[in-house]
Nanobody
């Protein structure tokens, strides 16, 4: 069982930066692939970024490649999402997800554990 708690969301202007954090409970954090998803009003939840269990492999959706960076600190049971050059279209609730799988997946149904979400609002 893993419990995930996101933090770091807020209201920013276009071009600003934010760093999201997701703290996980339990002693097997390094056994979980971690990912960030987001969901805007009226839209489906979409993959943003994912990171392998050891942190050596990362994956991004095309629209955030080069602007967002996912990282993890297995000693602190925490995964991060550094978001730079934020755009209005990045506005959404951002969710942290975890799954004891081998490789990063890009569909929400592949993840067993979810956080409660944190709101990111980018004003244009």
């Amino acid at each position: 069982q893993v419990q995930l708690v996101e933090s770091g969301g807020g209201l920013v202007q276009a071009g600003d930066s934010l760093r999201l954090s997701c703290a996980a409970s339990g002693r097997t954090f390094s056994s979980y692939v971690m990912a960030w998803f987001r969901q805007a009003p009226g839209k489906e939840r979409e993959f943003v970024a994912g990171i392998s269990r050891g942190g050596g492999s990362t994956y991004y959706r095309d629209s955030v490649e080069g602007r967002f960076t996912i990282s993890r600190d297995n000693a602190k049971n925490t995964v991060y999402l550094q978001m730079n050059s934020l755009k209005f279209e990045d506005t959404a609730v951002y969710y942290c997800a975890a799954d004891p799988r081998i490789v990063v997946a890009v569909t929400p149904m592949e993840y067993k554990y979810w956080g409660q979400g944190t709101q990111v609002t980018v004003s244009s």
